[in-house]
């Protein structure tokens, strides 16, 4: 398979479908951040999902319990789907890099994956954007596979596409540079429900925008 022939975050998820739910729908280290979020926040808090998939487990169990979520993801198809699942929820189509949000607009952030397609400059940008788009006490939750690994050809799923990630320090310090406090971190293997899927790390990285946030303001 030629470069020619890898495929965008959008193209894949649009592809994928509901079959990521299947092959991936429940990680443990996703159930746990959901549990974290939801011992954490006051009621009906705003939460900003980036990445948010087919809307299960994370925006479903947000909402479930009682939180105003928004969702953001690329594909059209995941949006449809996470509509249709959970409909309490907000979902729309757009790339995080372009949306735009009020400072202190949200209690908590979730990020489940959604940057490992995009390149490591866009990451930083991202996660400083996040910092100043939560209340301060607000928590960010992120969750990724971590590599050391920039625009690497990589077989996900019988997709060949182009994967950016961080090894585990090199991520958290990043984390701490945009301007939060990490709370922990936890890492867990977990084996997708796919043939042919090889089992692979995940980090979560629990964190939160200080009370007082002189540097941004």
Known sequence: MTDRETVTAAQLFDEIGAG????????????????????????????LDIGSGTGRPAAAGLTAAGHRVTGLDVSAEMVRIARE????????????????SPE????????????LQMPRRDTESVLAAIAR??????????????????????????????????????LIARVRDAGFEVLATRSEVFAPDQ??????????????????????G
């Open 20 to 47: 990521y739910e299947a092959a991936f729908g429940r990680p443990p280290v996703v159930d746990a951040a959901v549990r974290e979020l939801l011992a954490a926040l006051p009621e009906h808090a705003r939460v």
């Open 85 to 100: 699942q959970v409909p309490g929820a907000q979902f729309h189509q757009v790339d995080v890099r372009s949306f735009t």
């Open 104 to 115: 202190a607009s949200w209690d908590a952030v979730c990020a489940f994956f959604p940057f």
């Open 133 to 170: 788009w939560l209340v301060p006490g607000g928590r960010f939750s992120l969750i990724t596979v971590p590599h050391d690994l920039e625009d690497a050809l990589v077989e996900f799923l019988g997709r060949s596409l182009r994967l950016t990630s961080f090894a585990p320090d090199d």
């Open 195 to 216: 043939p042919g899927a090889e089992p692979e790390e995940h980090l979560l990285i629990s964190a939160r925008k200080p009370v007082a946030d002189l540097r941004r």
